[in-house]
T-cell receptor, first 111, second 115 residues
Framework: GQNIDQPTEMTATEGAIVQINCTYQ??????LFWYQQHAGEAPTFLSY????GLEEKGRFSSFLSRSKGYSYLLLKELQMKDSASYLC????????????FGTGTLLAVQP | NAGVMQNPRHLVRRRGQEARLRCSPM?????VYWYRQLPEEGLKFMVY????????ESGMPKERFSAEFPKEGPSILRIQQVVRGDSAAYFC?????????????FGSGTRLTVV
C-alpha cells in the first residue's frame, strides 16, 4: 500500500525555526519532493531529495533517510508569508512518474 | 515564459452536464499529470500522460472520466454526467521529462462546482 503521514497542523512564531516531518511507506521509492501551497493557489516546488542527507536552499532545508522512510522540511527565520500548507510527495517506483502526496501540514506563523 | 496554464479557473456545472478542463503545459514539457484535491484532503493522482499516450491512469475513476494529451493543443480532462461528488479543485502539472530530470510544475487549478 501507499501511505504518507504528516502532522495536520503546526503553529510557529515569526523569526523562529520549524521542522515538518513526513514518514512514508510506499511500494517503491524514487525520490521525495516538498511543495508549498497557499490557500487557493498552485503548489510550488521547494525541494527534492533522492539520496540520504540534507539539502539546503536558503531558508529551507530538507532531509531524507531512506532506511527509515523519513523526511523533514526545516524552515528557518520564519516569515508571516510562510503560512501555508506544506506537502510531502513520494515519487513511486517503476516506469510511472506519479507523485503520491500526503495530506499536507498547515503551518500558521504568528507574530 | 508562461508557466502551466489551466482554464477555466472556476467552472460551475449542473448535475448531468459535462465538464472539460484544459491544461497547457510549460513550453518544452512533454509530460502532464492531473490531480484532484478535495477540501481538507491531499492531492490525489489521477492520470499521467505524454503526447498522444496515456502512461498511467490508475487514479482515474473507471466511468465518466477521461483524459487526453493530443499532438497539438492542450491536455483535456473530461468529466461526463457530473455529480456533486465531482466538486473539487483539479490541478494539472507538467515536467520536462521524467521526474528524475526535474520537478513537476503545477498550474493554478480549475475549481469545479457541481450544483
Amino acid at each position: 500500500g501507499q501511505n504518507i503521514d504528516q502532522p495536520t497542523e503546526m503553529t510557529a512564531t515569526e523569526g523562529a525555526i520549524v521542522q515538518i516531518n513526513c514518514t512514508y511507506q510506499t511500494s517503491g521509492f524514487n525520490g521525495l519532493f516538498w511543495y508549498q501551497q497557499h490557500a487557493g493557489e498552485a503548489p510550488t516546488f521547494l525541494s527534492y531529495n533522492v539520496l540520504d542527507g540534507l539539502e539546503e536552499k536558503g531558508r529551507f532545508s530538507s532531509f531524507l533517510s531512506r532506511s527509515k522512510g523519513y523526511s523533514y522540511l526545516l524552515l528557518k527565520e520564519l516569515q508571516m508569508k510562510d503560512s501555508a500548507s506544506y506537502l510531502c510527495a513520494v515519487r513511486s517506483g517503476g516506469a510511472t512518474n506519479k507523485l503520491i502526496f500526503g495530506t499536507g501540514t498547515l503551518l500558521a506563523v504568528q507574530p | 515564459n508562461a508557466g502551466v496554464m489551466q482554464n477555466p479557473r472556476h467552472l460551475v456545472r449542473r448535475r448531468g452536464q459535462e465538464a472539460r478542463l484544459r491544461c497547457s503545459p510549460m513550453k518544452g514539457h512533454s509530460h502532464v499529470y492531473w490531480y484532484r484535491q478535495l477540501p481538507e484532503e491531499g492531492l490525489k493522482f489521477m492520470v499521467y500522460l505524454q503526447k498522444e499516450n496515456i502512461i498511467d491512469e490508475s487514479g482515474m475513476p473507471k466511468e465518466r472520466f477521461s483524459a487526453e494529451f493530443p499532438k497539438e493543443g492542450p491536455s483535456i480532462l473530461r468529466i461526463q454526467q457530473v455529480v456533486r461528488g465531482d466538486s473539487a479543485a483539479y490541478f494539472c502539472a507538467s515536467s520536462l521529462g521524467g521526474l528524475d530530470r526535474g520537478e513537476a510544475i503545477f498550474g493554478s487549478g480549475t475549481r469545479l462546482t457541481v450544483v
